[in-house]
């Protein structure tokens, strides 16, 4: 996300960023002093669920809706994005995308860039696949209990970003007996900045749910941060839903209610 030209700065904008970050901050500290070891080959295991997970998807369309709202640091909202798209996978496991009526575009203060939408597409609703092993590298962090479910956690840090690449840089918490991925949280990088641009993202949580009984599949993704530009500090939250994964097959026709 960029920022536009001469925008109003926020005093209180560095306090509001340092705070948000807190609670990541100790949940890592604290796990490090209180880590423990996860059962040899978690991660082999994670790879081929998450693998396992991918495929299946395939077979699967949803509706997903976003909206993206630009704030003063106190909380006012000062202005909003929102659209609202089917996506299908073809055979091949490629993306596909039909915009469900025009996007309602009333930001203020922030522009939506292409990496933010590639963001959506890809890093928001990550998979930790088989294919992108070579891409990361992991370190226990411990484990945690989520909504009743004990997890390990595991920390995933790209091993390197080359020119053009967006990844994925945060915690994962895989549920223990199914070896799923039921949580991740942590932001898009590589940050962009250089001398003519300046182009940030946000931390973010998503979450997943089960469909089917058997896969789990993101429900939503929520963001509420503070963009440090150098020429002031943006509040900006997200919220992406996931919704109605319905099974299809060649022979399948998609239909949602309009709202």
């Avoid at 901050?25 to 997970?53: H, M, N, T, Y």
């Avoid at 640091?73 to 025009?102: C, I, M, N, Q, W």
């Avoid at 749910?209 to 997200?238: H, N």
Wanted: hydrophobic fraction near 40%; proline fraction near 6%; charge should be neutral.
């Amino acid at each position: 996300m960029m920022m536009p030209a001469d925008p109003r700065t926020h005093s209180a904008a560095a306090v509001i960023a340092y705070v948000s970050r807190l609670p990541l901050i100790c949940f890592i500290v604290a796990s490090a002093l209180f880590a423990a070891d996860p059962p040899a080959g978690l991660l082999r295991k994670v790879l081929e669920v998450e693998s396992q997970s991918e495929a299946e998807r395939a077979h699967f369309a949803y509706r997903q809706r976003v909206r993206i709202e630009d704030m003063e640091p106190g909380g006012r909202k000062l202005g909003e994005y929102r659209e609202t798209r089917d996506v299908v996978f073809s055979a091949d496991g490629k993306r596909h995308e039909e915009p469900v009526g025009r996007p309602f575009h009333a930001l203020m203060r922030l522009v939506l860039t292409p990496e933010d939408f590639r963001d959506i597409r890809e890093v928001q609703p990550f998979l930790f696949t088989r294919d992108q092993l070579s891409l990361y590298q992991t370190q226990s962090r411990g484990e945690e209990t989520i909504d009743g479910i004990p997890c390990w956690v595991l920390q995933v840090v790209p091993r390197q970003i080359l020119d053009g690449q967006r990844l994925f840089e945060g915690l994962i918490w895989v549920h223990q007996t199914e070896n799923a991925v039921i949580r991740l949280q942590g932001r898009a990088v590589p940050q962009i900045v250089n001398s003519k641009r300046e182009n940030l993202f946000p931390r973010f949580t998503t979450t997943r749910a089960q469909v089917e009984g058997k896969y789990w599949f993101p429900q939503s993704t929520l963001a509420d941060d503070v963009l440090e530009f150098r020429t002031g500090a943006i509040r900006m939250r997200m919220n992406i839903q996931y919704e109605n994964y319905k099974r299809f097959t060649a022979d399948s026709r998609i239909t949602y209610d309009v709202k």
